[in-house]
């Protein structure tokens, strides 16, 4: 069975003014350097994200648990004192402040059958990640990382800035290319041989190829192909310097 | 290949460890273009993508390896992408595509607004889509991939991929039907 004629190329019983409209539509569009950075940092948070979200429920649980083991110790020691009012109606007869008591009561360690959740460090970290995941409120991984994760955020939040300067940059390469060469300088003083190198570099080849300055961005085109040659820029960097086979 | 990538990726024992880096190395272009064939508007791109991956952290475990694990990233997609849609209706027209995202820079002016225009009317089409067929007609008649691929990529039988692009060419016409229908009730006032 062979695919049919497709609608754009004049196949089948196309209604009249969908081909030219299939003509025109975009290809989905791919992923900047400086997305692939921002998703790259935001998705790096994730694991850390989702821990601080089973740690919450663990600690949920735990409260439970010590509510729990609480009110059965209550009806134990309320059957105990009064017998043959338990064997009516224990749970009505029972102190409404012992009641309020158990309600009251912080976790207490040492009755938690769950150590895990007591010796968790992340335990007591308020969900604020978790909570907004749960509600698909737009994320902001970065800025509600857990504390005990001070690390890996300091990457992102590196990672972060070496993207804003990048975006920074490509957003403006069209119209300024001189701009942007100025801005990916900064990147470059700043970072060095940062995370986002590679993209750093292939947005420079493409700013100094639009001024025209070729033997420039020819060169640096050459550093790039000889230090990234596995890079998936490099045929873009190839299409830019005009080389690609 | 990709097998012998996600045996590095994903823990020895397959379950839950799972090197959301090295997926999103492997996989973001993939997840990045799809959400867009489901119809994930700009906004949402990054948020949408970004779900994806926390679904994937909290799924991979279900994940059989009875099909490819882009057949499953996408199906992942699919879900994501729905919920995405049902918010983008409630808040639709709070954005305009730029035209610098739409068209060959080189364009005249004259090009520039046709294609704006052609995409955002395709755009309400497609809205109006069911998510399986969309996806497959914007792989087929846009992208112009071959049905036998989009059965691979999609995990379905080629025969599904033909009735979905049937149906799709259907529902298409029928929209694009009523447009017509409107704009000449709107011209003959």
Known sequence: MSDPVRWKQGGGD???????????????????AAERARTAARVAQVPAALGSGIAWAAWMKG?????????ASLAAYSLDHDRHAAIVAPLQRLPADRLRAVD??????????????????AAPTPPVIATAIARGQPRSLGHAAPLDSAAPATDADTLLREAEL?????????????????????????????????????????ALARQGRTAEARARGGAFLARFPKSPYADQVRRILGTNP | MERAFDDEVLSPAGETAVDLSAVHAEHADFVWITLQRFGVARPDLEDAFQDVFIVIQRRIASFDWACPLTTWIFAVCRRVASTYRRRADRDRGRHEPLADELTDPGSSPEELVADHQAQARLDRMLDGMDLD???VFVMFEIEEMPCAEIAAMVGVPLGTVYSRLHAARKEIAKLLEKEQAFAARRGGR
């Not at chain 1, 975009?26 to 992923?31: E, G, I, Q, W």
């Not at chain 1, 009251?104 to 460090?121: G, S």
Request: net charge neutral; glycine share 8%.
């Open chain 1, 63 to 71: 409260i439970a648990v010590v509510a729990g083991l609480g009110v």
């Open chain 2, 133 to 135: 067929r969309r996806a």
């Open chain 1, 104 to 121: 009251l009561a912080p976790p207490i360690p040492a009755v938690v059958t769950t150590p895990e959740v007591v010796n968790d460090p």
């Open chain 1, 166 to 206: 990048l975006e920074k940059a490509r957003a403006g390469i069209s119209r300024d290319p001189a701009a942007s060469l100025r801005v990916l300088d900064a990147h470059r003083e700043g970072f060095g041989d940062g995370q986002l190198t590679a993209e750093r570099e292939l947005l420079a080849i493409d």
């Open chain 1, 14 to 32: 196309a209604p009249r003014g969908l081909d030219d409209l299939l003509r025109r539509a975009p290809l989905p569009r791919a992923m900047s």
